[in-house]
């Protein structure tokens, strides 16, 4: 079975602290994606990756980053933790050898900022 | 990406053929129709897609109108299980995939 592994399904972090969020895939998949699910806002794009160390900002990067060192791997970066953070964060991927190719989604991490 | 207009609720009988419609009038010749559902608490899943031509699979079919502007995603016999929010996406290429707040389908016993 393909698999998207987020690192943490529920975290609670301070205002100003730094989060990592992690997301590991075992489907040599080239593209991947972060978003964040808020209620009456669906699914927003926040940053994707075409492949190993690229990056392009999504609809609302602000107050993020993101690091792709290894294909398998793309992890989201809130460098100061502000509670307008507090979501659901959602990792895809997708291959990128056809332009066809469905995502497959984590389970998503819920981030809680006090 | 092309936008989508998706009904906020809809409401089907189990047993019943769920028919959850979108609209994207704005859609480009090489875009696709895509339909993902999120079940409550899970990363959201892909169903089906399709370009020009009605497509089956396993879980649902989809029917586009000849002039693309809109499309049908059916569920012909809903359990209570289909409950879920469904996303009706348009894409083309290797264009960023934009999620709308899709159409919550409530299942009734």
């Known amino acids: 079975d393909v698999k998207v592994t987020q690192s943490s399904r529920y975290l609670v972090k301070r205002t100003g602290e730094k989060v990592f969020l992690e997301c590991v895939q075992d489907m040599d998949h080239e593209n991947m994606f972060w978003y964040r699910q808020d209620p009456g806002l669906g699914l927003r794009l926040i940053y994707f990756?075409?492949?190993?160390?690229?990056?392009e900002k999504g609809d609302i990067p602000e107050g993020y980053s993101v690091s792709r060192e290894k294909k398998e791997r793309f992890s989201l970066i809130l460098e100061s933790a502000s509670t307008n953070q507090t979501s659901m964060y959602l990792c895809?991927?997708?291959?990128?050898?056809?332009?066809?190719?469905?995502?497959?989604f984590g389970e998503g991490s819920r981030l809680t900022v006090l | 990406d092309a936008k989508t207009t998706q009904p906020t609720s809809m409401d089907c009988a189990e047993g019943r053929a769920a028919n959850l419609p979108c609209n994207h009038s704005t859609i480009s010749g090489n875009e696709y129709v895509y339909w993902y559902r999120q079940i409550h608490s899970q990363g959201p899943q892909y169903i089906i897609h399709?370009?020009?031509n009605n497509e089956t699979n396993e879980m649902a079919s989809l029917i586009i109108t000849e002039d693309r502007k809109s499309s049908t995603l059916i569920l012909p016999h809903a359990t209570l299980r289909d409950t879920a929010v469904y996303y009706c996406i348009v894409k083309g290429g290797y264009q960023k995939v934009t999620f709308g707040t899709g159409t919550k389908l409530q299942v009734i016993p």
């Open positions: 399709g370009l020009k």
């Open positions: 990756s075409y492949d190993v160390k690229m990056k």
């Open positions: 895809a991927s997708r291959t990128g050898t056809s332009e066809t190719g469905e995502l497959f």
